[in-house]
């Protein structure tokens, strides 16, 4: 991980102040936290096919669910336990006979149990004393040890408990059978110095592996998640895009990614399925990542300044700490009023198009006035720009042209969808079956498209821009190739079908262009 990051030495010279584990365990819960994001219920199909995509991932836990909460999620956490993942599969329930029954039922391999510990809890939400939660806790924690299933114990609420009753409490139920104790900050109510010295008192009675589930209230989570690490602590539960209750858990993609480049700790995760992941989350659940999200937002390693773009031209390292590869993501500079004639070259370059010098300055002052109008400069705006200060620019080739697509689909019968393409003046037809008759569509272009370009569809956006049933569509492609160049392209149609074909099409043939 050392090559291609360039993180500040300072850090590194505190941490060989402090003792840190070789080896940090990730446990997601964005199946369990996660879907207590408000907004969010995942069915169990999506919760199968995240599951599958956390085990790529790598992640060393995966929180499936809570079993006792409905028939769905006790079908979903069955499936995944017995989906012969890596990953240890975990499911979340009280310490009451009910929850842990249906758990063990499910066939996972560890049962998460927690019970609320701080005073103000147990007075105003559970009305038990602390006595009767320690009782509760060590014999359900026996009840499942008997059952031969591993235990993670959660005392909720940890980071506003007393101290005395936390550790007496953690020791019991470890002296019962629990194999890992998590401490959960409930209610993002503490700082990094705060779970710093909660950890470092714990350490020293806890004789089994510490975990931590910080949530983001204050916007601390991952720093609070850091700092117990900074402390010994060996696991932190997180979710990915930082998805969970209120202003949700600690990221997965910025723990990890923190851990690796500032800390030289071991994770298992591959980073570079980190913004695939991301999207596919963001995708399933609805709930758009902040383009200046750290590590995976649009906008993470995209430069504005002229200065910045001018420097990562000429060696990455000057303003990004890690390449973008690292995650799968990719490096963007943007055009604007603070653009510089590198950026506008390096783009013009891209789109075929090799300017004098003259011209060059010439693009850029207009590229500067558009965005002093408060304009974003895409590509096709950059395009008819060069075309007026340039004259006419070489074609754009179409390498595809669509010259026919039919799609059958109703309630009964799979969509289904057949495509005509012309490749470089050769016919293809192609047909495919997809989850909606858009899905298929798209499924029939690529078919036909086959081993010419390994194209992903990275991002799908649908506006409708006049009102009505017989409103305009508008469909939005961010199609990436293997080196993670990204091709924006749109397709304007009445029907979302031919939209969407369209927008494949025109991102295909961006893709040839770009690569001329
Ligand atoms: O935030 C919390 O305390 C929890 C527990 C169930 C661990 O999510
Ligand atoms: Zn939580």
Known sequence: MRENVFVSDYARLVNREIRLPKKVRIFDTT???GDQTPGVSFTPDQKILIARQ???????????????????????????????????????????????????GCGVDCIHVFISTSDIHLKHAL?????????????????VKGHGVKVEFSAMDATRTELGFLREIYKAVVEAGADRINVPDTIGAITPRGMFYLISQLKPHIKVPISVHCHDDLGLAVANSLAAVEAGAEQVQVTVNGLGERAGNASLEEVVMA?????????????????????????????YVSPNKAIVGDNAFAHVSGIHAHGVIEFPGTYEPFSPEL????????????????????????IGVRPNKRQLLEITRRVKALGDKGKQV???????????????LPKEEKVVELK???????????????????????????????????????????????EISKLRLKKYHLDAITGGSDALAEVTVELEDDRGNIYIAKGVRE??????????????????????
Do not use: W
């Not at 851990?259 to 659940?285: A, F, I, Q």
């Not at 963007?332 to 013009?348: I, P």
């Open 31 to 33: 199946l369990r936290d």
């Open 54 to 104: 956390l085990d790529r991932l790598g992640v060393d836990v995966i929180e499936a669910g809570t079993p006792v909460s409905s028939e769905g999620e006790r079908r979903a956490v069955t499936a995944i336990a017995k989906s012969g993942l890596k990953a240890e599969i975990c499911a979340l329930a009280r310490p009451v006979k009910e929850d842990i029954d249906t758990a063990i």
């Open 127 to 143: 009305k038990m004393s602390r006595e009767q939660v320690m009782k509760q806790a060590v014999k359900f924690v026996e009840y």
């Open 259 to 287: 851990l690796k480049t500032l800390y030289g700790v071991k994770v298992r995760v591959r980073t570079k399925l980190l913004t695939e992941t991301s999207d596919l989350v963001e995708r399933l659940t609805g709930i």
């Open 327 to 350: 995650v799968g993501h990719h490096r963007r500079l943007a055009l604007g009023k603070l653009t510089g004639r590198h950026s506008v070259e390096k783009q013009l370059r891209s």
């Open 378 to 392: 895409t590509d096709a705006d950059l395009r008819v720009i060069a075309e007026s200060v340039i004259g006419a």
């Open 404 to 450: 026919e697509v039919t799609v059958t689909t109703g309630s009964t019968i799979t969509p289904t969808a057949s495509v005509r393409l012309s490749i470089r003046g050769e016919d293809r037809v192609s047909s495919a079956t997809g989850v909606g008759p858009v899905d298929s569509a798209i499924a029939a272009i690529r078919a036909a498209m086959g």
């Open 495 to 516: 029907d979302v079908v031919l939209a969407s074909v369209e927008a494949m099409v025109n991102g295909i043939n961006r893709y040839f262009a770009g690569r001329k």
